[in-house]
Nanobody, 121 residues
Framework: QVQLVESGGGLVQPGGSLRLSCAASGSISRVDRMGWYRQGPGKQRELVAW???????TYWDSVKGRFTISRDNTKNMGYLQMNNLKREDTAVYYC???????????????WGQGTQVTVSS
């Protein structure tokens, strides 16, 4: 059973910071791209950032300079450090990971259940 579990969401004031974590567990052979999407109230899901296996990072324009994505390959963990949070960052944040399992099947994308981030005073 493969799982992605996010943590670290919560309520924060504008200008504050949060760090989201994404833990991948199960019969994993390799973790390729990891990333984060978000879906705000009444909005479509949008890609926030991703990091590939070699560490190259890509960010959506609205979060550049404020969010930092990282990963720990030894622990199959992904992180999203969010600084200078704005009200418009309020959303459910979902992590994903492209995983190759030990059973030899082709790589597939797995998703976490989402964690709520609310930016409000």
């Amino acid at each position: 059973q493969v799982q992605l579990v996010e943590s670290g969401g919560g309520l924060v004031q504008p200008g504050g910071s949060l760090r989201l974590s994404c833990a991948a567990s199960g019969s994993i052979s390799r973790v390729d791209r990891m990333g984060w999407y978000r879906q705000g109230p009444g909005k479509q899901r949008e890609l926030v950032a991703w990091i590939n296996g070699s560490g190259t990072k890509t960010y959506w324009d609205s979060v550049k300079g404020r969010f930092t994505i990282s990963r720990d390959n030894t622990k199959n963990m992904g992180y999203l450090q969010m600084n200078n949070l704005k009200r418009e960052d309020t959303a459910v944040y979902y992590c994903y990971a492209d995983l190759t399992l030990t059973d030899g099947r082709d790589s597939d994308r797995y998703w976490g259940q989402g964690t709520q981030v609310t930016v409000s005073s």
